[in-house]
């Protein structure tokens, strides 16, 4: 199994940082890594696919970057919606596996 | 709109099956494929299995194998998990979440079920 390492764990800022996390896959991905935001009690939602692409509807502020087992998401200028728990996901290869997320709070 | 409805909160006693309903709808059921993710309490995500509604082909995390089980109704455009065997470590919100697929050939999970709370108690 591929196995996602993020980084951090959990992380504080103040509305309008630029925050930036990471996650790392034991192996390739051949570009197959996504991102999900996750607020209580809702289901995640996908923000980017294909380690850049930004999904519909999602705001610019939000971009990801990265190839091969090395990723970023990041957030440039934090509104006060974007404070929640952050997962990467490899979608290259069955069984897909996410990374153990990163929880984003008020600082 | 683009939306998968799931079936309501079951309560189970260690040793029984629970099967979950997800409704999708205002898409082409059969274009794309319908994965199971869940998540205990605190907890992150975890996947378990995926099901092609067109082929009717499926695979699940190899924690899962012989206990889950995935079927779909493409007259109803309604995909099933179920699951055998419960045990309380498999007290969850249970998600189904659609595959992107198509042209993107992705399978990151566009699109989300409202989630099926599962608890095993005795």
């Known amino acids: 199994d591929i196995q996602m390492t993020q980084s951090p764990s959990s992380l504080s800022a103040s509305i309008g940082d630029r925050v930036t996390i990471t996650c790392r896959a034991s192996?390739?991905?051949?570009?197959?890594l996504n991102w999900y935001q996750q607020k209580p009690g809702k289901a995640p939602e996908l923000l980017i696919f294909g380690a850049t692409s930004l999904q519909s509807g999602v705001p610019s502020r939000f971009s990801g970057s990265g190839s091969e087992t090395d990723f970023t998401l990041t957030i440039s200028g934090l509104q006060p919606e974007d404070f929640a728990t952050y997962y990467c996901?490899?979608?290259?290869?069955?069984?897909?596996?996410f990374g153990q997320g990163t929880r984003l709070d008020v600082k | 709109q683009v939306q998968l409805v799931q079936s309501g909160a079951e309560v189970k006693k260690p040793g029984a099956s629970v099967k979950v309903s997800c409704k999708a709808s205002?898409?082409?059921?059969?274009?794309?494929?319908i994965n199971w993710v869940r998540q205990a309490t605190g907890q992150g995500l975890e996947w378990v299995g995926w099901m092609s509604p067109h082929s009717g082909h499926t695979g699940s995390a190899q924690k899962f194998q012989g206990r889950v089980t995935f079927t779909r109704d493409t007259s109803i455009t309604t995909a099933y998990m179920d699951l055998s065997g419960l045990t309380s470590d498999d007290t969850a919100v249970y998600y189904c979440?659609?595959?992107?697929?198509?042209?993107?050939?992705?399978?990151?999970?566009?699109?989300w079920g409202q989630g099926t709370i599962v608890t095993v108690s005795t």
């Open positions: 979440t659609r595959s992107l697929g198509g042209t993107y050939d992705d399978d990151a999970f566009d699109v």
């Open positions: 996901q490899q979608s290259h290869r069955t069984p897909y596996t």
């Open positions: 205002g898409y082409t059921f059969t274009n794309h494929d």
């Open positions: 192996q390739s991905l051949n570009n197959y």
